[in-house]
């Protein structure tokens, strides 16, 4: 990368750092990412050290801590036999992903340069416009099928749909087709979204509730490690494209025009083909859920939908004018609905970590090796954080707002649906320009209308709506 291209990247407020030469930059970054490997290098001396923490003795121990308890053997497995359960806290079982320490970070190290550089994440504008087209042509034609306009029972499945095809084109460079009205079941599209979500389900039922897929094969176990193969198969079927394109010299050397799946090829296939399995796992139930929950709020609250569509006419002339990198610059309202969308619905009830160390945390002893949840569901709809916290109320997130409505009263620490730190979410970028794109071209091209009871919101390893998603919907002639 050139020089000028560096100081175009810059900012303002790091300007002082555009001015130092580019391998000054490389060896400052090379240097932080060497100290970083050394800390998880050396994790295992850092959890075997028995030094306590300043203020240790004062504080109080663990199982002091108020809310439900885990009770020996079983833990807090029962909780989960009953429908209903009070605050999250307490709640030790969930395990997000499998790789931990210095493999995980070797593998960050190599995808978040490609995956959280907008550039390449913006390279997709014009695909995610397709894709939302496609959403749009089909939300058409089921408003065209009764006389409420209401959409079919299935319609969240669509959703899913739109979710696969929008991270299918970045992780398979591959345009899959599962918006297609005329698929039929067991065309691949279907197959992978059906593999996505009975992978969810049954990781619930190996992961959360009481099994004994440790012990012996379960049937759940079987079904889970076919899914994963088909998933695996069909991934590689298309990286092999990519590789046979690359070796053959069809693709060039690695520049901005690459994609983001031949950028990882190009660096470690193995990474690449680990990475586009994980990314579709964690790319379609996620963005699927949030765009679900953001037009029912939307559906459910005529006001906010009324300003969301006056920002949706300003930026998009047209009903069919495409969203741009530099649309999705001057939309603030629509930021603002995707953001509040997921303080009121995170598809992650709260983020998780087990402690390397001991710490004194509020107070408590908390012994290394112990699962914290910050739980971000509970914290995002109290009213000690958020003013009016169980309303949508998108207004709240906007700079221009002031007093007790604003977001900036909150702890910035209590809001965090892409996780926090260097391990939080790395399709983060790629969610919003999905989710940016299909919600402000579904506002200018439909008015939404909930005449429904309230939805209902459930969590199993994902939190979202529970029930169809039965919106009316009026094309707009305008
Ligand atoms: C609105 C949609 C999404 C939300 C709300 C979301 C949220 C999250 C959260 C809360 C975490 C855990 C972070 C932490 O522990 O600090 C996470 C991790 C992750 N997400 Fe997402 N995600 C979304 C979409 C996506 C997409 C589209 C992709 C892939 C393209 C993706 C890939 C991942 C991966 C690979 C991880 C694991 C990161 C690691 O362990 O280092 N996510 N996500």
């Known amino acids: ?196 979500l009975q992978m969810f389900q049954l990781m619930y039922k190996l992961d959360v509730l009481p099994s004994m897929w440790r012990i012996v094969s379960t049937k ?85 939908q009324e300003k969301m569509r006056s920002e949706a006419l300003t930026l998009l002339k047209t009903k069919e004018s495409p969203v741009t990198h530099e649309v999705l610059k001057n939309a603030p309202y629509l930021k603002a609905v995707i953001k509040e969308t997921t303080r009121l619905a995170p598809i992650a009830i709260g983020n998780l970590r087990t402690t390397a160390k001991d710490l004194v945390l509020g107070g408590y002893q908390i012994p290394k090796g112990t699962d914290v949840l910050s739980s971000t569901l509970m914290l995002c709809t109290k009213e000690e954080n958020f003013y009016k916290a169980t309303e949508f109320l998108p207004d709240r997130w906007l700079s221009t707002t002031t007093g007790e409505l604003s977001h900036k009263n909150a702890n910035p620490f209590v809001f965090a649906p892409f996780g926090y730190g260097s391990r939080s979410c790395i399709g983060k970028r790629l969610a919003n320009l999905e989710l940016e794109t299909a919600v402000l071209k579904i506002i200018r091209n439909f008015e939404l209308k909930w005449p429904h009871e309230d939805m209902v919101f459930t969590t199993t390893t994902l939190h979202g709506i529970a029930r169809p998603l039965r919106i009316q919907v009026k094309p707009l002639d305008y």
């Open 1 to 196: 990368m050139n020089r000028t291209k560096i100081l175009a990247h810059f900012t303002k407020q790091n300007y002082g750092k555009a001015l130092m030469s580019t391998s000054a930059q490389t060896s400052i970054a090379e240097s932080t990412t060497e100290r970083r490997l050394e800390h998880y290098r050396h994790l295992n001396a850092l959890q075997n050290n028995e030094t306590k923490p300043s203020g240790w003795e004062e504080a109080q121990p663990i199982d002091k801590i108020p809310g439900p308890k885990p009770y020996p053997l079983i833990g807090n497995t029962w909780r989960f036999f009953i429908p209903k359960f009070g605050d999250l806290y307490g709640l030790d079982l969930l395990e997000l992903h499998k790789v931990q320490g210095e493999e995980w970070f070797k593998f960050r190290t190599i995808v978040n340069p490609i995956l959280m550089q907008p550039r390449n994440v913006a390279q997709y504008t014009d695909k995610m416009n397709l894709v939302a087209d496609e959403l749009i042509d089909n939300i058409q034609f089921f408003s065209e099928q009764n006389d409420k306009g209401q959409m079919p029972d299935d319609f969240n499945h669509e959703l899913y749909k739109w979710s696969l095809e929008s991270v299918g084109v970045v992780t398979m460079d591959k345009h899959l087709g599962c918006l297609k009205r005329d698929n039929d079941k067991n065309s691949e599209g279907q197959r992978l979204i059906q593999s996505v």
């Open 220 to 304: 759940n176990w079987r079904k889970y490690v076919e899914i994963l193969d088909y998933m695996l198969h069909t991934n590689l079927k298309y990286i092999n494209q990519q590789i046979d394109k690359i070796e053959s010299g069809e693709i060039g050397d690695q520049n901005e025009a690459t994609s983001v799946l031949q950028k990882m090829i190009k660096i470690d296939r193995n990474v690449a083909i680990a990475m586009s399995v994980d990314m579709m796992i964690a790319g379609v139930d996620t963005t699927g859920r949030v765009l679900a929950a953001a037009l029912y709020y939307l559906s459910k609250n005529p006001e906010v």
